[in-house]
């Protein structure tokens, strides 16, 4: 056996503890113990792919490597909308569940993903819609309200640090510590231009589902994701990040979890799928099955690329 070899050894068993259920995930539903039930499938998962990502670091061209981390993500990816096309997601309502369709359809065919940040009205157990003003008005906070209030907070902040008073848009430059370049990544919008994306996407959804209820007024805060090029320049990136990392390398492994949430290709499901890729991948990398926190969607899309990597470093671990 290699010396490589050696090091990627599957070390730990997967649990649902591994998967903290998203923040974002639980709004307040009878159905939020079938939202944490996923973590159980997703360590089903992380298990299964477990080995062939071992093996993957093992081999020793730095080429193959990253050749078949990209079939073993390609394959997270397949469990993902397989998944979709079997069982209902719990987060939504009949009329907000997405189409299964969505975890096939690309970005580059449907256009960028915007989600929203901030005070988001829909997002509170109880909210109901007020047709005369066009916003959502009283209910209760759910976990997913407050956390998202929380980001938006963490993006106002850099609005205020990092622009002029007047812009309405902060786009993040992404370093690829490999190839020693700056793309630009997903871009945070406020003012005007936040406002702008909520007219179309009340038009678009009033399109597809013959209603609506998108606030278009106030003071709205989107994150849009990046270009077709930079989100293909990030994920090979990430992918080239783990094929050099060195065993126990904490640091490529949240520069990798960074870029991968900066590459989003599908409309849905990326976040599951890089979730699961990213403990099964930390398991080998690392020695021990990494617990994925709740909000690494969010820090990787709101915060600097800076801001993620010290964090957790800080504190010597993965945070949860």
Not at 107 to 129: F, I, T
Request: proline share 4%.
């Amino acid at each position: 056996m290699s010396d490589r070899a050696s090091e990627h050894q599957p070390t730990q068993e997967f649990t649902a503890a591994n998967f903290p259920t998203p923040h974002l995930a639980l709004r307040g539903t009878a159905d939020d113990v079938q939202v944490r039930g996923f973590a159980d499938e997703q360590a089903r998962v992380a298990r299964v792919m477990l080995p062939r990502v071992s093996a993957a670091l093992a081999l020793p061209s730095t080429g193959h490597r990253v050749e078949v981390l990209t079939l073993a993500y390609d394959a997270v990816v397949r469990w993902r909308r397989a998944l979709a096309a079997t069982t209902d997601d719990a987060r939504y309502g009949v009329m907000g569940r997405p189409a299964v369709s969505r975890y096939a359809v690309t970005l580059d065919e449907d256009g960028p993903n915007y989600d929203r940040l901030g005070d988001v009205g829909r997002l509170r157990a109880g909210a109901r819609w007020d047709a005369v003003t066009g916003r959502w008005t009283g209910g209760t906070d759910t976990p997913a309200s407050r956390i998202l209030a929380v980001y938006g907070l963490a993006a106002r902040r850099r609005f205020a640090v990092e622009c002029a008073s007047s812009a309405d848009r902060l786009a993040n430059e992404v370093g690829l510590p490999i190839s020693d370049r700056l793309i630009l990544g997903n871009t945070l919008l406020c003012g005007d231009a936040a406002r702008e994306v909520a007219v179309r996407l009340a038009a678009r959804l009033g399109e597809r589902r013959g209603v609506a209820e998108v606030e278009t007024t106030g003071d709205l805060l989107y994150v849009v994701t990046a270009d077709s090029d930079a989100r293909r320049a990030a994920f090979r990136e990430a992918m080239l990040v783990l094929a050099m990392a060195e065993r126990g390398d904490w640091s490529a492994w949240w520069s990798a979890a960074y870029l991968l949430y900066q590459a989003p290709l599908f409309k849905k499901g990326s976040d599951a799928t890089n979730r699961v890729f990213l403990a099964a991948v930390g398991a080998a990398l690392l020695g021990e099955a990494p617990v994925i926190p709740h909000d690494i969607d969010l820090r990787c899309m709101v915060l600097g690329q800076n801001a993620v990597m010290a964090t957790p470093l800080l504190c010597g671990q993965v945070t949860a």
